[in-house]
């Protein structure tokens, strides 16, 4: 299964945010908490590396929490203070506003050290597509400040918006990278709604999701569809969840496509239970 996806403009995605660095006084890398390490972009992360930063694990309310506080001890070690948010609930927000403010302070004070007057922060958010940042800037705007949709490449242009007096955001739209070498990585991306649907084959991702929660998650399957005991036979759970939703084809077969689209988006609505498919290091 190779997957892969770069449009034109996260290229140019790419240019902006390392133009825009200058004017920045700290960045908000949003991650998924289900993926924190396969959702990271290798190319962001090199253009951060002198920046100040705060690590949000983003769409928490469907990760495991105990895996979650892992990932955030994890990226303390690191140096980077982060927080873990359900921007639909408004969960960590707060949170999430403290640690951005404190790490924009001493560029606040360089600034001010010059006999300038002070200055709202300045944020740039960046993230992978369909990590949740228009839904996180809503959150914080208290209005419908950016689209917000459920798929990849909602936000196509970059957005400020001023946070009251104190913080001002520059949205970005969101950036892969140009090749993914790992196939776990991009099954990880396809899986989680990173990635535009009509560039893979949901019944690929759907068998190896099956296969994953039939190993991590037993009985999760069954819990849900009420599939009864199926052997590991990934095909027969499929049948069997096909079966007990009643998408059969003329002749009696079973929708294959139609059973696959469902149970993955059954598993991003954390549906099937609340899972996290990377552990930290």
Known sequence: ?????????MTKTRKQIQQNLKLIDVVVELLDARIPASSRNPVINDLLLNMPRVVVLNKADL?????????????????LPGVAVDSQRGVGIKQMLNKTANQARPAIQKYMDKGRRARSARCMVVGIPNVGKSMLINRLAGRSATRTGNRPGVTRGEQWIKLGDSLELLDTPGILWPKFEDP???FKLAVTGAIK????????????????????????LDA????GAVTGDVGATM???GAKRGFYLSGGKIDAHKTAVLIIKEFREGK????????PE
């Open 1 to 9: 299964m190779d997957i892969q996806w770069y449009p034109g403009h």
């Open 63 to 79: 990760a495991d929490p105990e895996k979650t506080t892992l990932w955030l001890k994890y990226f303390e070690k690191l140096g």
């Open 184 to 186: 776990e990585v991009a």
């Open 197 to 220: 649907e009509q560039i893979y084959d949901p019944q690929d991702i759907c068998v190896r999701l099956v296969n994953w929660l039939t190993e991590m998650a037993p009985g999760a």
């Open 224 to 227: 849900r569809y009420g599939t």
């Open 239 to 241: 049948h069997a969840i």
């Open 272 to 279: 099937l239970g609340h899972y996290t498919l990377d552990l």
